[in-house]
RNA sequence: GCUGAAGUGGUGGAAUUGGUAGACACGUUGGACUUAAAAUCCAAUGGCCAUUAUGGCCGUGCGGGUUCAAGUCCCGCCUUCAGUACCA
C-alpha cells in the first residue's frame, strides 16, 4: 500500500469527520424525516391510556402555483403546539388534507381539457413534497381529499341526512322527516313549530291524505333541512355559475373579479336559519377571538322586536291586503305617520291607486335599472313614490299613506317598514324630503333637525296607553295589546340567510339525488358514492345547463341502483310511453364547503369505510382542541361548519355541538411588490421656478436630478435636510450646490405621488432598490415599456430619453403570483434549511398580526442555529460531558424552561425564539458542556426545530426518537436570587442602579438609598418627601 | 356610519399583574482574520446636546387626567388595517 494512498484514504476520512462536524442542515432534515416517515412518528392511536389532544389545520386548497411562504405560517405554529403536548404526554391527532374541490382545477380544465381530477392529483404532489420539507408532525395515516369517492361518500350522505329531516322549534333540534309526515297524517300542521318556509299553507289531516304524493313532496320540501327553492340567486354570468354571498367581494367575483346580477332559479338551499339562535348561543361556551365571534353574530344579526300587520285602504276602500312589517321599536307606534315598502314588494302592484299608478310604475322600473352596487353606493339620495293607498293604523284607526322607497331592502325583514320619522334617521330624512308630517313623541326631545333614536333615555309621549312609560315597559305593553288586537306578536328577526347549496360547475361533489316527475328522490345510502361522470367538455351545454348536463352516462337506473346512461331515460310526457325506472340525476354540484363543513370528522376515522366514523373513534377524540386558520372563514366555513355539526349532533351522530374549543386566526405573511413610478417630463418643475417652492412639506416629499461630475444622479429630500433648513429661505438648487459640493446645471424637481405605479417583478429590484434595468428592458413581459430607459443614479431612477422619468418604489401587500412578490419556501429550504424557515417565521412577529416577509432576515435564526450546534460539537466532535451544571447554566436553562413554556401557551411563539437566543448566547458564554443541561435545552427547541434537535439528541446518545421525551420541569429554585440591582428613580425618573440583597427590609432599603452619595448628588441637599420602596422591584425618591 | 384590531428606533418587533422603554434580530458604521471574497468574531447603534472619564435633556400617534411611578389605567381626538353596511 503506497504511502500517497494512506494519505489519500486520511484526507477523505478526515473531510468525512469535518462534514459531520458541520451543521449540515439539508442532509440532516433530510434524514430525519425520512426517519419519522419510515417509522411512523406520529401515527395517533385511536386508543390510548394518555389524554387526548386534537390540534387541526384549516385544510388547504391545493393549487397549482405551490406553497409560498405564506401559506406554512399556521402549519408551523399548530406543528409547535402538537410536539409540545406530545412532550407533555398526551396522545396527540395532528392530521393534514387537501380541499381539493374547487373553481381553478376547473378553470384549469376548460382551459386544457385536462381533467381536473389530474391536475388535482399533481398538485397535491406538490404540496405533500413542500409541506415534508418542512418537516411537520402531521398523521398522514389519516390524510382526506374532499374529491375523493371514498370522502365525499359521506358528504353525500349527510346531504341525505338533512334532506330527511325537518327542524322542531319546540325541541329545538333537528328531527326524522318521518316523525313530521306522522304528524300530518293524525293532525295536519296547525300545531307544528317548525322551521320552514313562509307562508305555508294550512291543512288537515284529511287535507293531507288526499293530497297527490307529488303535493306531499312540495310540502315536504317546505320543511326539509335542505330544499329545492326557487331563490334570487347571484349569478356570475362569466364564470357561469351561482355565487354565495361570501364568495362576492365589493359586488364581483372573489375570483377573478367578473360581475355579478340577481337571478332567479331553482336551487338547493340549506335551512341554515334554523339554526341561527344556537349558532348564535353556541358561541358563548367556544374559545374564539372577540373579533371572530362579533363578526359570526353580526352575521347572523338578531334583532328582537315585533311583528304589525297593517290592513291596507285602497282610496278609501277596504281591502283584503295587509301589510305585515317587523320593527325593533314596537314602543313608537303612535309615531308612525306613513308606511314605506320596497319598490320589489309583492303589493305594490295591488295596491297602487289608479292616479299614482303611473309614477309608481316608473319609480320601480328606475330602481330596477339601477344595479344593487349604484344603490349601495349611494344612499343619500332620498327617493320614493306614494302609491294612493293608505294602512289602518291598529290602535288610532287613522289612515297612514303607504309609500315605497328604495331604503327599504325587499330582502330584510318583510321588505316593508312601519316608518316613524321621530325615532329613525332615515324615515325622518324621508319624511322631511317629502313633506311627511313628523309627530313627536318622545318627552322633553327636540326633533326639529334631526330624529331620536335613542331608546333608553326618553320616555313615551303623545301614545295613548303607553305615555309615561319607558322602552321596555312600552314594548310589553304594545305587544300584549297587539296580540290582544290580532295584528302582531313579539317576533325576533335574523339577517342569517338560507344558504344556497348548489353550483352550476363540474369539479364538485354531485347531489345523490335523480328526479321523478320533476320531484327530487334520495338515492338510497347503500349505493354512495354517485361518482362524478365524465364529460367531454366542462363548460355549461348549449341550452345552459351546468356542465355535468355534458355527461351521457348519467341517470339513475332505480331498478339495478346504477348510474346508466342518459338515452334509457323514460321520455316525460311522451304518450303510451312506459316507466322503464331510469330517471335524470341532478346536474348541479355542491358548493366549496360542503367538504370542509365536517372534514374535521373523518379525520377521526379517515379510513372507515362503513361510517364516516366510527362511535369509538367519535367519542375518544370528541372535538378540536385547537384550530388554527385564517380570519377570511369567519362567516363561510366556520358558520357553516358549525350548522353541520350542530345538525349531526342533534341526530345522535356525533358527541358534541360545537367541535372547536379554542380557534386561533393566524394573520397573513405579506410580500414586497416592486413598482416603478412614471412621470413625465412636463410635470417637472425647471429651474426658474424653484424659488417659489420653499415649502418644507414639498421638499419632504420631492426628488430632484441633478448632474454631478457629468453623471445625471437623483436625490430624494429628506427629514434631515428639512432638519437642516428649518427656515427654508435658500432655493433648493443653492442647497444641493452645498450639500453635495457640485455644480447644478440642472436640477429637475418632481414628485411621484400622484403618478400611475406599473407593476414589476420584484426580481429586478435589488436590496437597495437598485433597478436591473438592462434585465427589465430584455423581460419579454414589461422590457416594451422601457426600450429607450437610461438608468441614472443610486435611488433607481430611470430617465427615457428627455421624455419620461421613472422611480423605483415598493409596496407591501398580498402575496400572489399575480402581484409577482411571491417567495418560494423551497429555496428558503434548500438555502437556509427547514428548521430556519420554521424559526423565522415565528421569529417575524406574533401569530395573529399581519406582516411583511423579508428573506434578508433570516440570517439572524440561520446563525442561531449554527451557535446552537457548536454548543454541543466543534472541530473535535461532541464536547457535551457529565459534568455537573454550573449554577449560572441552571439558573438560564430553567428561565428558558419557564419562558418557552408560557409562550407555547400563550401562543407567543416569537418571543420563544428570542429566549432560545439569550439562552445559547449565556451557555456558549459560560462555556457549559454539561449533559444534564444540553439535553434538557434540546427538548425545548424540539417543537421550533425538529430536525436539529433530533439530530443533537441521537448524537447525545439517545437512541429514540426525542418528539416523546418529557417536556423540562421547571424549578423556581434555581431562579431564587439573594440580591436585586435596584433602580433608583427620582420622581419617577430611573438615575442609577444600586445592587442591595432581597432580604433587607424595607426601611434598610430606604437607609441604604439615600445614604448612597449618588442620591445625595441627585438631591443637592434637599430632603425627600417620600421614598417609595417595592421590595425586590424598584425604589423611587420623591423630592 | 357601525364592529373589531392596531399605532413604540432606519426595519421586524419586546416590555404577559402600572415599576430600569427599545429585549431579540435585521440593517448600518468601525475593527479583526483573509491575497481577496464569503463565512466567522469583536465593538457601536432611539434622537438631540456636551464631553477627559463622568453626564444632561427629550422620547412609545395627538391633547388632557389618575398615580410616588403610565407604552400599559381613565376621558377626548387623529391615523391605519380588516369586516360589515339604508338590517327597520
New binding site residues.
Partial sequence: MSSLFINRKFALLKSRITIRMKYDFNQIEKKWQDYWAKNQTFKAENNSDKPKFYVLDMFPYPSGAGLHVGHPLGYIASDIYARYKRHQGFNVLHPQGYDSFGLPAEQYAIQTGQHPAITTAENIKTYRRQLDQIGFSFDWSREVRTSDPSYYKWTQWIFIQLFNSWYNNDSDKAEDITELVGIFEKEGNANVNAASDENVDMFTAEDWLSFSSKKQQEILLQYRLTYLAETEVNWCPALGTVLA??EI?NGVSERGGHPVIRKKMTQWSMRISAYAERLLQGLEKIDW????K??Q???I?K?V?ASVTFSVMSSAVETSHKIS?????PDTIFGVSFM?L?PEHELVSQITTPEQQAEVEAYVEATAKRSERD??A??????GAFTGAYAEHPFTKEPIPVWI????????????????PCG????Y?FAKHFNIPIPNIFEGVDISEVAFADKDNTIIANSDFLNGLNYKEATKKVILELEKLGCGEGKT?Y?LRDAVFSRQRYWGEPFPVYYVNGMPQMIEAEHLPIQLPEVEKYLPTETGEPPLGNATVWAWDTKNNKVVSNDLVTPSGVEGSHDNGVYPLELNTMPGWAGSSWYFNRYMDANNENEFASKEALNYWKDVDLYIGG??H??GHLLYSRFWQKFLFDKGLVPVDEYAKKLINQGMILGTSAFVYRLRVNAILEEENIDNINKLEYLKSNYAIYISEGELKCIQGN?EYE?KYEDFKQSYTKFLESELNTTIVKPLIFNFGSCVPIRVKVDYIN??DELNVEGLKTDSEFGKEYKNAVFIGENGVIIEGDNEVYKVGRDVEKMSKSKYNVVNPDNICKQYGADSLRLYEM????L?????W?T?????????L??LW?LYIDDNGLKVNDVEPSKDSLKTLHKTIK?VQ??IE?F?F??S???F??A??ELTAQKCTSKAILEQLLVLIAPYAPHIAEELWSQLGNTESISTAPFPKFEASYLVESS????I?F???????LELPLDMSKDEVEKAVLDHE?TQ??LQGRTPK?V?V?PG????V?G
Fill in positions: 354571498n361570501d367581494v377571538t372577540d373579533a371572530l362579533e363578526s353574530r353580526n352575521w344579526g334583532s322586536g312589517v317587523f320593527t325593533t321599536r314605506t320596497a344603490r349601495m349611494d344612499v343619500k339620495t332620498i327617493t322607497g328604495d331604503y327599504v331592502l325587499a330582502g330584510y325583514g318583510t321588505g316593508a317598514v312601519m316608518s316613524v329613525d334617521q332615515r324615515d330624512d328577526n339577517r380570519s377570511e369567519a362567516t427629514k432638519k436590496a437597495s421569529f417575524l412577529g406574533p395573529e398580526q399581519y406582516k411583511p423579508n434578508a432576515g433570516i440570517t439572524g435564526v440561520h446563525s442561531f449554527k451557535k457548536k419562558k408560557e409562550d400563550n407567543s416569537n418571543t425564539v428570542s429566549t437566543m439569550i445559547v448566547n436585586k440591582n435596584y433602580p428613580s420622581n419617577g425618573k430611573m438615575r442609577f442602579t449618588k448628588e441627585q417620600k417609595i417595592v422591584k424598584i425604589v423611587n420623591v
